[in-house]
């Protein structure tokens, strides 16, 4: 079975990261995805280089999703924002809360992404399909697993029409959410995030940094091969691979690839799940 693929990139900051960007999403689209979508740095500091991207993806044909965080925000900024996109041709949005630039106070009019779903939708209607964020390891500010299930419940009964996971390593972890948001009466998809592994150093800084799990045994693993690259990557490989093989095999709606701006790993990825171009 041939699941929907999407993909995520985020927005580059030079002229000559453009380019390399324009040639992984090229390679990416033979892969026919539902959507690709970009990222939003932390109050809204990458907005002109998001819309950029987002503006290219819908150019060259594609299907483009806006992350949109709302931290520090006010009703007028957001309203405006909806309105460009809008004007854009968007058609979808990954609603967050986000995080405050460094240095920061909190301010703004929203505090939830919840509070910001409710509000695209008063002022929107159906114009947006609204994706949102979840956490099958439990976000790391969360107070406990059942206030981050309370969370993402609040999110779709805010209007959310999909969501979107964290990335992770273990399949349990996301079956057993799937499970527990359907016991709150939950039917919104929810789509895992996948990670491909292909340096050791940068998925233990981001894992530590957003609380995805690495399996000791993956951990112990990648710090066994060192600076040794093709190792790593081989050995990430299997892993990935086998996690997409159990999401699909159990149900999963959906891929969506956490690209990293590169194409070779999640090519990779999608040619051993049997994926054509």
Not at 19 to 29: D, H, I, T
Not at 134 to 144: G, K, L
Request: with cysteine; aromatic share 10%.
């Amino acid at each position: 079975m041939q699941l929907p693929l999407s993909f995520e990139f985020f927005p580059t900051k030079t002229p000559e990261g453009a380019v390399k960007l324009r040639a992984v999403r090229q390679q990416l689209y033979a892969m026919r995805p539902e959507f690709c979508s970009v990222t939003y740095g932390a109050g809204g500091s990458t907005h002109d280089g998001t819309f950029a991207a987002v503006r290219e993806i819908l150019e060259e044909g594609g299907d483009a999703a806006s992350h949109f965080s709302c931290i520090g925000a006010t009703k007028a900024t957001v309203r405006a924002q909806l309105g460009e996109l809008k004007a854009m041709g968007v058609k979808r949005l990954v609603a967050l809360r986000g995080d405050l630039p460094s240095g920061y106070g909190a301010g703004g009019e929203f505090q939830y992404a919840s509070d910001l779903v409710a509000f695209i939708r008063e002022e929107t209607g159906r114009d947006f399909h609204i994706e949102v964020a979840c956490y099958p390891e439990v976000h790391p500010q969360a107070r406990s697993p059942e206030s981050d299930l309370k969370a993402f419940a609040e999110k779709v009964r805010a209007g959310a029409d999909s969501a979107i996971t964290q990335y992770f390593f273990n399949a349990d972890a996301y079956f057993r959410f799937v499970d527990e948001a359907q016991r709150l009466g939950i039917a919104t998809p929810i789509v895992p995030g996948v990670m491909p592994i292909t340096s050791s150093t940068q998925l233990m800084r981001f894992s530590d940094a957003c609380g995805a799990e690495i399996p000791r045994w993956v951990r112990l693993r990648l710090q066994s091969y060192g600076d040794d690259v093709a190792s790593i990557k081989a050995f990430g490989l299997d892993v990935v691979t086998r996690l997409c093989e159990q999401l699909r095999d159990g149900g999963a709606p959906a891929l969506h690839f956490y690209t990293m701006n590169q194409s070779a790993a999640t090519l990779a990825l999608l040619e051993r799940l049997g994926r054509r171009a």
